[in-house]
DNA sequence: CGCGAAGTACGATGAGTCTCGTACATTCGC
DNA sequence: GCGAATGTACGAGACTCATCGTACTTCGCG
């Protein structure tokens, strides 16, 4: 169909991202109660600042993928801002940290310490490139 | 009656706990996702020892509670234990310190302060020191 | 303009779980 | 022993969510 008025089609290029004060921690716990999603978390926290979509090896399609993104964003975790054909992650620190202070350093703290002491178990788990 | 078979009766008056290094962050983490069991786990906090598993105003039915309760547990975040015809809850604090120090005290944190400012949009506002 | 790259959307599927009601077990008090 | 109180187990229903594949859009480049 030739019609140009986007009926379905047409990618969103602006994001919505909750207000600070949208941010619910039950949400929040649970988006970071995810494994996959913790291992964004924990990425982007070492990037600070700017990663893509696709620097992660995460063990899922790139259709998952997006979907945990989208969780991340939409529960107030993270920001997304396109640039040009890729689109740059960031974590919401600042808001985090003002609405659930210590919070989320206590929960990459415990991710990483965890994840060091299940590398010695031998699952491949894939951890997180821990550079 | 003497029937010694008791197919599906017979509640195991042992309860099984995880021993501490088999408690998982995604598991605690999703454990304190979930509204009703966070609720429990800050009056278990203020209760600081014991507490029964009815004095909790959750707008659940006795079977969920009860099944709140039991994730509680099996994730390793509260021990159990019976006295008589009631259970005794508590928090296993030392556990979780020792294994995400900070964790729970930022989450306990951030539940109140969450739940201080939501009853402030319709209930008498109680926010006390909203910085 | 055509092509490759990056991401998204949609639908489907399977698993997990939140909720409930009802029936049952256990303990206490009389 | 009987009844009341507390809590459990089981099964069912509805719902959410994680995962995937495929088709599509948009961008950048030559």
Redesign the pocket.
């Known amino acids: 169909m030739p019609a140009t008025s986007?009926p379905?089609?047409?990618?969103?290029?602006v994001l919505g991202h909750p207000s600070r004060d949208a941010i619910r921690l039950e949400d929040v716990l649970?988006a970071l109660a995810?494994p996959?999603r913790l291992g964004i978390v924990l990425v982007l926290d070492e990037a600070e600042g700017e990663c893509?979509?696709?620097v992660f090896d995460a063990?899922?399609?790139?259709?998952?993928l997006?979907?945990?993104?989208?969780?991340l964003r939409e529960h107030g975790v993270i920001t997304?801002a396109y640039r040009?054909?890729?689109?740059m992650n960031a974590l919401r620190r600042d808001d985090l940290e003002a609405l659930f202070p210590g919070l989320l350093d206590a929960v990459l703290t415990a991710a990483r310490r965890q994840a060091a002491a299940g590398l010695g178990a031998g699952a491949g788990a894939a951890a997180t490139g821990r550079a």
Chains 1, 2 share one sequence.
């Open positions: 986007t379905s089609g047409g990618a969103p290029r649970h995810d996959v893509s979509c696709s063990p899922v399609s790139k259709s998952t997006t979907h945990h993104f989208r969780v997304q040009g054909t890729a689109k």
